[in-house]
């Protein structure tokens, strides 16, 4: 055992070093022939162009909690990590640079060129989120990380869109998508975040062309009326029964279009009429299919208005088209009115602009088929959520599913595996020559590969099998796949999770995982989510170069409660500390220190007690009631911590390790076990290091899955193992073996309320800590009589007493405050011990100004003027104050007459 521990801990001058060491001796790496059943987890891989946040750093400390536990208990635990190429993030990053640095667009340097560009910047910038999972502690099995665009996972992703194809689930199709004016590239609907906007609902006249009057429509897009080819209303509307069939003349460019019923028109908005625009809105295109209208597309790619707009708004912003129709219908008396509308509006994931709904032709996925089996897994508990209420939310989106466009008008992805004639005939293969052999064309066929690339999500589906070199079958896809769980934010619960169900079960027959834990949101100290807009998201790294991995690991976890959001405050610097706010990562630190402390002190009683590590041989009625405690607490630690963790209760396993180990453990335990290591009793003091030991080592090992640094750190310190072993491949903590009577575990607890009854009272009359005062201690039974004279010396330490003295029949006379507890009653006699004459006097003024304080406020009440005029708030302020300052006042009376 070291004794010269650091007084204060470092984290610093430990965690690159033992990094490094768990990494040279291969302990994060997994073979398929080791022994131990297979637990698997695959890294939600994140972007290639990604910096760590704090998402990232709850979602890897929960997965690398799981691993390096899982680890612990036998298992072969495998971590494949990885990054996913961000078609659109990525391609959009390397764009920005070359417009910013060289002045040059994309197709200036043409594909090939650019890709070159991409890869180039994927070499030098795309670890560095990488290299900071590394900073945060993760035992990944590096030898296996993969990329969405490595060539075997390409392969792959190019034999599931041909075997889909085959099968008819994937199509090419005109339809109505998610346009990106900023990213120019379709989008799904899972990559359109909506956000509540105020706006305007514009009523406009719409003339008769019988001349025989108008009919007025309410619009959000005003400038979209150009391409309007109907006006609907509902069929059941009595209002507009007789306009039904008529036409209108459409205003500015003088179209003729019809009057239509629909039922999807809804009578109670707007006026009950509405345009209908199928190339610009999903539900008017909806219509037009159904009513067999003209599709007119307004908009170029980059949402500016086009030919079809007429020559006096083309090439118009859609935004300054918008003004510049509300301008015009007013100046035609054709704007009836305007009314302010707050909606919902479609915005680009990426680009963060609004999206234009746009008809264009993109390949689909046919989701219907492959969604049923995924839910069925869900619904029967093959596959379990945590927490379970997300099950409803996959349902809802599964029952209600569309077909998944998975074409992007970008460059860097995966190519979609399609080629077409000079007729414009399309062939699907897995490469050209497959082309010509599967379709028959000789080489006199001219053919030209798709431009577009498809969806990021499209190989992601694919990560849980493709990492084991799926589809081919390899000793690794058959030893870790299924994967064990899956760590996950649930805003991709749609994106991602449901949609490797489907694919691990249509190609492998499979679930690909058998749990998937839902993160929390995290927000700042005032509830707001987490964003680089608001400056409130703090750099991890920054946070843990000023208080370490472990504090920050520690603090994500106590802070978040399964299934709700979790508050993190982040104090910048000490003007913000000034405020009285505190950083949430002092927890973590603190924590980190307390068990440090803990450490150190033990080391300062000498060498490593023998026979340690197991204490199953001793009879429990030999050891110090105090030690038969912190065994039963230790025991029941053990079972409790091991249930969180299996049932994925991160947040209860991060309070249960701060229980035991702080308020237990340290603040109780090892103040106790401080009278025994000071005895002139050799055997005593051995034997309370021997459980001290035992206790701590079993407390280490409990903590390191979630604080492996620390706890690596003093592992070998405290000599719990040899250098050249670690924690890291130590087993998981076992329970005692012994069994320790129940009553004394009460009868000690009720010991340690009594000591914490005669602290309260010390501070009740401003005695010092330091000071040391009689005691007397007055046991309600013979039991708890026997526990408090067993151990005399540790009651003196924990309460600093001179002296202390046990009766069951003790009757106090004069100036004797007094505590009880459900076990008995504590006695602090002050006679000699404080200056009586200056506390009362100290204790008169504080009832004179308690006394003031009471006045002032029943003025208050009792004034009409004040009770009819405050807001309502204000006056139950008041009342409570009141009642705050009446009890105060009956303490301070008490007080005094115990003086008197």
């Known amino acids: 055992m070291s004794t010269d521990l650091a007084k204060t801990f470092e984290p610093s001058g430990i965690e690159d070093s033992w990094y490094a060491e768990w990494e040279k001796r291969g302990y994060f790496h997994s073979e398929n022939s080791d022994s131990g059943d297979s637990y698997t987890i695959v890294i939600p891989p994140p972007n290639v162009t990604g910096m760590l946040h704090l998402g990232h750093v709850l979602n890897n400390t929960l997965q690398d909690i799981l691993i390096r536990w899982e680890k612990t208990r036998g298992k072969n635990a495998c971590w494949v990590p990885g990054t996913d190429h961000a078609g659109i993030a990525t391609q959009s990053k390397v764009e920005t640079l070359l417009r910013e640095k060289e002045n040059l667009h994309r197709n200036d340097l043409g594909r090939e060129k ?147 019923a629909d039922d999807f028109v809804k009578p109670e908005f707007g006026t009950g009429a509405v345009k209908v625009t199928p190339a610009h809105d999903p539900n008017d295109y909806n219509m037009g ?106 349902r809802n989106w599964l029952e209600n599913i569309q077909d998944w466009c998975i074409s992007r008008q970008l460059w860097w992805g995966h190519q979609i595996p399609a080629w077409y004639d000079t007729d414009g005939k399309s062939y699907v293969a897995h490469d050209e020559a497959e082309v010509r052999s599967k379709y028959n064309l000789d080489a006199s066929v001219e053919l030209r590969r798709d431009d577009d690339v498809l969806d990021t999500w499209f190989s992601s589906w694919l990560w849980p099998m493709t990492v084991f070199r799926w ?27 449901a949609r490797m169900i489907m694919a691990g079960i249509e190609f492998t027959g499979e679930i690909p995982f058998k749990n998937v834990f839902f993160t929390s949101i995290i927000r700042d100290g005032q509830g707001r989510k987490m964003s680089k807009q608001l400056g409130n998201s703090p750099d991890p790294i920054d946070v843990i170069n000023k208080y370490g991995t472990d504090a920050l690991r520690f603090t994500m976890i106590y802070l978040a409660p399964l299934g709700n959001d979790i508050r993190f405050t982040h104090v910048e610097d000490e003007t913000d500390r000034k405020t009285g706010e505190k950083d949430s990562c002092e927890i973590g630190r603190n924590f980190a220190t307390k068990i440090w402390n803990a450490a150190r002190f033990r080391a300062m009683q000498g060498d490593l007690s023998n026979n340690w590590s197991d204490i199953s041989d001793i009879d429990p009625g030999t050891l110090r009631p105090d030690d ?46 401080k009278s025994a290591f000071y005895s002139k009793d050799e055997q005593r003091s051995d034997q309370t290091k021997r459980i001290f030991d035992n206790v701590f080592s079993k407390l280490l090992r409990l903590i390191y899955p979630c604080m492996p640094f620390i706890t690596e750190e003093l592992y070998h310190n405290m000599g719990y193992i040899a250098s050249e072993d ?175």
Not at 216 to 242: Q, W
Not at 755 to 775: A, D, E, M, Q, W
């Open 471 to 497: 589809p081919d079958e390899t000793k690794d896809l058959s030893h870790y796949y299924p994967t064990s769980s899956l760590v996950t934010g649930p805003d991709i619960i749609f994106f991602w999770v």
């Open 114 to 260: 650019f890709l070159e560009r991409v890869w180039e910047w994927k070499e030098q910038y795309g670890g560095t989120i990488i290299n900071q999972l590394r900073k945060l502690g993760c035992a990944c099995d590096w030898e296996r990380e993969k990329f969405t665009l490595d060539d075997d996972l390409s392969a792959a992703v190019t034999d599931v869109f041909v075997r889909l194809h085959e099968k008819g689930l994937i199509y090419k199709g005109q339809r109505i998508i998610n346009w990106c004016p900023k990213s120019l590239t379709a989008l799904s609907d899972e990559e359109v975040i909506h956000k509540t906007e105020n706006s305007h609902l514009w009523y406009m006249q719409y003339p008769l062309t019988d001349g025989s009057g108008h009919i007025t429509v309410a619009t959000t897009r005003p400038e979209t009326m150009l391409g309007d080819t109907a006006v609907a209303v509902n069929p059941d509307d009595e209002r507009y029964a007789k306009f039904i069939g008529k036409t209108i003349t459409l205003p500015i460019n003088g179209r003729e279009i019809p009057i239509i």
């Open 628 to 673: 038969q405690w912190i065994i039963a607490r230790s025991d029941y630690a053990i079972e409790q911590i091991t249930h969180h963790l299996e049932n994925f209760d991160f947040h209860h396993y991060a309070l249960e390790l701060y229980e035991f180990i702080w308020n237990q453990f340290c603040d109780w335990y090892v103040e106790s076990a």
């Open 289 to 394: 299919m159904r009513h067999k209208l003209e599709i007119i597309n307004l908009f170029h790619t980059d949402a500016s208005m086009n030919e079809n707009a007429g020559p006096e708004y083309e090439g118009m912003d859609r935004f300054a088209c918008r003004k510049a129709i509300v301008t015009k219908l007013d100046e035609l008396g054709l704007m009836e009115k305007i009314e302010d509308y707050v909606h919902d509006v479609g915005y680009s994931e990426r680009g963060d602009v609004p999206v234009e709904p746009r008809v264009s032709e993109q390949w689909f996925v046919k989701m219907e088929s492959l969604a049923a089996p995924a839910l069925k897994a869900v619904l029967d508990g093959e596959i379990k959520f945590h927490p379970p209420r997300w099950v409803n939310t996959y």
């Open 726 to 900: 670690s924690i890291m491949v130590s087993s998981w903590p076992e329970k005692s073996g012994l069994t320790i009577d129940p009553s004394i575990e009460t009868l000690v607890n009720e010991k340690f309320e009594l000591i914490r009854t005669g602290r309260n009272l010390r501070g009740t009359y401003n005695i010092s800590t330091s000071k040391k005062v009689p005691f007397f201690l007055k046991p309600n039974t013979a039991e708890f009589e026997a526990i408090l004279a067993a151990d005399l010396d540790s009651i003196r330490v924990l309460l600093n007493a001179e002296s202390i003295t046990v009766d069951r029949h003790y009757e106090a006379t004069g100036s004797v405050p007094s505590g009880v507890s459900n076990a008995g009653s504590i006695y602090l006699p002050l006679d000699g011990v404080i200056d009586k004459e200056a506390e009362l006097d100290r204790l008169g003024k504080q009832k004179a100004e308690i006394e003031k304080g009471l006045n002032s406020i029943e003025k208050k009440l009792s004034n009409e003027n004040f009770i009819g005029r405050a807001p309502a708030e204000v006056v139950e302020k008041e009342k409570g104050k009141k009642l705050e300052l009446a009890e105060k006042l009956l303490q301070v009376n008490n007080l005094i007459s115990q003086l008197k």
